[in-house]
């Protein structure tokens, strides 16, 4: 019987797990190095792909050819070229290069590697993962022959796992999930009572993560190295070799005040000593971004710090401790430890993926998660553009109409009543919006489809279309524009089902090894 497992594709590492026996959530090993997180880097040369950190050892010798941080790229029309060793503009002509979703595909191909009869998943996204980088990540699952039940934001799925420990009643009322990886943050206010857990709101930073600190340290590691040398490192094409060294000092100097390393650059190799307070300075920038987006949480639960019971860990990067002395300074009390934060995600996704594939679990599976309720929210404002009379320009504007507000409990419905603003109008055009904030002017949202309804006849202005919009727990939104007076309508889900281009993607990628 195929199983459904738990799916966290992360920025610099990513993680499987399922439910054991007993219903509790594993974290699943690799295949050939035994370790429960396998690092997000992809080698490709000719037919060959290697997945993992044997990937990360052909980063010195041939940087072109690793693929990292790819997360970061999944909303963007962009492509890794083999020949120039960067995401590029997307360009039909360049052949030797890949998609976000085709590079993701092959991580996630590993992955499915470590257990058997994988077809279904549970898959964890960043909670402000636009629309677009949602479709990417369900594309790069169907190019890894996974069928995805679910996604899940990750500190929702967070939140699940630490509702399932043992501990669980020590574990209860209005929480916050700090979430700090390689490429993303995430800070969610949730409340917990019992297993049943209700996201109220979520503030983040899609570029906000563990790989931003490395890039601090390597510029800190190439003025030293200048300094001493009067040479510069060669990052514009070793860069990605040093970010690997960056990230070795980064977590040397998380339990140690000082780290060295030798340094390969073109003078010849040089000790480079970092001190943990200068690291701490060049990412001083970044911290305050943290502070301010807790803050922003706090303020759109409506909650003060001493309203949260505890503030709880996620992710690789709250390791680092000017990271947990800043959040015990905005929250007055220290963060919750005593998980593995690197499998927090992953085990909280085989969790939800248990809850949707109830009846191939046994007995006492079944009764481990019986209890395990979830509640997550919009983390954005869906809407749709519309003309409207402006009394100060004393003409029609083209304006955002909001249909779902962000924290809006899913799944969630909403309809509201549009009109034709001219006689005998043929038409109206379709544009759905998705914003982070309250943004009425179209320059501030993001289009996220665009369609035309046309009408079977014509009729004087105020021909009434209901506007009906349904978003649901897997970030599924379904649009509908319909016409009162003909009940034609246009439809559209906003997720991928038969796409060519994703035709063409099986198709360039079938004859690839995997290892």
Known sequence: MSKIIGIDLGTTYSAIAQLDDLGNPEVLASTDSNKKITASAVYIKDENVIVGDKALDALAATPK?????TKRQMENDSIYSIESGEWLDKDDENKNSYSPAQISSFILSKLKSYTSDVKKAVITVPALFAEKARVATLDAAKMA???VVSLINEPTAAACYYASLPNVKKITGKILVFDLGGGTFDVTVCDVQGQKVEV?????????????????????????YKSTTKQELDLKNKKPAYMEIAEQIKRALSVRENHAEVIEGPAGPKKIEISRSEFEQSISTHIEKLKMLMEEALDGSGLKPENVSHTLLVGGSTRIPIVTKTIEK??????????????????????????????SLNEAQKQAIQNVQLQDVCNFYLGTLIQEDDPVLNRKITANLILIDRDTPLPATQTKRIVTLYDDQEAISIEITQSEGREKNREFVNIIHEGELKFPDK????????????YDTSGKLHCTFQDESSKKKYEVSLRPESAEDLRKNYEAIEHIVIE
Request: proline share 5%.
């Open 145 to 147: 022959g996974i069928e």
């Open 330 to 359: 905005v929250m007055k009390k220290p963060p919750l430890k005593g998980v593995n934060v690197d499998e927090a995600v992953a085990a909280g996704a085989a969790i939800y993926a248990g809850l949707q594939s109830k009846k």
């Open 65 to 69: 050819n690793v693929v990292t941080e």
């Open 200 to 224: 109220i709101t979520s503030r983040g930073d899609k570029w906000l993560g563990g790989k931003d600190f490395d890039k601090e340290l390597v510029n800190i590691i190439n003025k030293k």
């Open 459 to 470: 009729k004087p202005k105020g021909r009434p279309i209901d506007v009906t919009y349904k």
